[in-house]
């Protein structure tokens, strides 16, 4: 026997509920899936955002010039390669904002005016697989590309809220918003020199990771997870005290907005993210029911990142969104998707009967009813109190029920599956658009 090939470690298959899951299998259903994408493009179109697709290989150094040469997913996280056929550098995307800037350059697509964008799809990094973090995972990432004011950057925090919502996701007991500003560029190099000044004389409190950072990223220290530099790291200067009025002009107009709609968060001057290209606002949705995977959704304002990857100058602001990680969240609170059984099942009572049966079917389809048709088995069809057991078993609500005698009549036997025990009736072959929305709408 051939050896049994398996998928590449932290890289998942998703499966329908209706297929048995191992007691160790963590992951979340395709119906859950498909559900959350469903909720995600009816919020996004209410906020008039466009689908946008990129590829997922892109070249190494936008990603390096994007990022940030000396992050964490740069230097130990991505999957990099060189292309065969000529030896570009290729790497598969960790993240979708550096390729859809990217894009923006490329194609002029700012031309006529500001975007509201978003992608959704797989992304790469080369970490520990663990509950909800994995090799090959999935994000939403929404962006406003072209737009400068704080107007917009409330906007998406708002968008976030209200998916959040829709999926039955509730503020303080289920996610909670963290912001902050993290101001502008010279302003950050103010406090990055404070910032190395101090971390200097406190040099025999630093992690190996944290001295290696020092000098390259200090900002990175301050999100350091290590216990015992915590004290150290808390008392380091603050970026909100290098701060300019018209920076926290920008800050305090976000915050007006999540006030006025009275969505409460908590400033939390620490907050960094985990990307070199951001400024000004950022924010991160946070849950304590996934144990140390605690940020669901993290995103704020990159307004110098189209200049750096080489277009004329224009700002933006953004967030990502895990999808397997807030898909975990909703299972461990108890949210389940909305029922997607079907609304009928077909029994077949004899070979003779499965073509009317598929004709009708199909019929019922063009009318938005949802129809399971048994199918024949290896041994032959299977008997018609064995097939009522399949149509219990798939959650429909009705039996279409084709045997010899309904036929010959011109009809098609209907009963009920749920709810108090109920008669066959019969209803027309001839005529399925007059009964169809007596199934769809039960």
Avoid at 141 to 160: H, S, Y
Wanted: charged share 20%.
């Amino acid at each position: 026997m051939a050896e049994i090939l398996r998928a590449v470690k932290g890289m998942n298959d998703i499966f329908p509920a209706s297929v048995p899951r191992k007691a160790t299998d963590v992951l979340p259903t395709s119906n859950m899936w498909q559900w959350f994408e469903e909720t995600s493009r009816s919020v996004l179109q209410r906020y008039g955002y466009q689908s946008l697709i990129t590829p997922i290989v892109e070249p190494t150094a936008l990603f390096v010039r994007g990022i940030g040469e000396v992050t964490d997913i740069v230097e130990k996280e991505m999957y990099s390669f060189a292309d065969s056929m000529n030896g570009d550098k290729l790497t598969l995307r960790p993240e979708h904002t550096a390729g859809i800037v990217r894009a923006m350059i490329e194609h002029n697509a700012l031309y006529n005016g500001p975007l509201r964008l978003w992608s959704m799809g797989p992304v790469f990094r080369h970490e520990k697989p663990q509950k909800g973090r994995y090799r090959q995972f999935n994000q939403l990432d929404v962006e406003a590309l072209g737009f400068a004011g704080p107007d917009v950057d409330a906007e998406q925090i708002l968008l976030t809220r209200t998916l959040l919502r829709e999926l039955g996701l509730k503020e303080g007991t289920h996610v909670r918003l963290e912001i902050n500003s993290l101001g502008q560029p010279g302003e950050r190099a103010a406090h990055r020199a404070a910032l190395v000044g101090y971390f200097e004389t406190h040099a025999a409190l630093l992690d190996e990771d944290s001295k290696r950072r020092l000098l390259t990223n200090p900002l990175r220290i301050l999100d350091s997870k290590n216990p015992a530099m915590q004290a150290m790291i808390d008392a380091a200067p603050k970026l909100m005290d290098f701060l300019g009025a018209e920076t926290m002009a920008h800050f305090d107009a976000v915050r007006a907005v999540l006030d006025a709609v009275g969505l409460d968060y908590r400033i939390n001057t620490r907050l960094v993210r985990g990307l070199d290209y951001y400024n000004l606002t950022v924010f991160e949705w946070i849950t304590d029911q996934l144990g140390s995977q605690g940020t669901v959704c993290g995103g704020g304002r990159y307004d110098g990142l189209i200049q750096q990857l080489g277009g004329k100058p224009a700002p933006a602001v953004g967030w990502g969104l895990g999808i397997e990680r807030l898909l975990l969240l909703l299972e461990a609170v108890g949210i389940a998707p909305p029922d997607q059984a079907p609304d009928a099942y077909a029994v077949i009572g004899s070979d003779a009967a499965r073509v009317p049966a598929m004709v009708v079917a199909e019929a019922l389809r063009a009318q938005g009813v949802s129809v399971l048709l048994h199918a024949q088995g290896p041994e032959g069809l299977a008997s018609v109190k064995s097939q009522f057991k399949k149509a219990n078993a798939s959650g429909a609500r009705f039996a279409l029920v084709f045997a010899g005698a309904e036929l010959a009549r011109g009809a098609v036997g209907l009963k009920s599956l749920r709810g108090a025990e109920a008669e066959q009736v019969e209803r027309p072959l001839a005529d399925v658009a007059a009964w169809a929305a007596e199934l769809r709408n039960a």
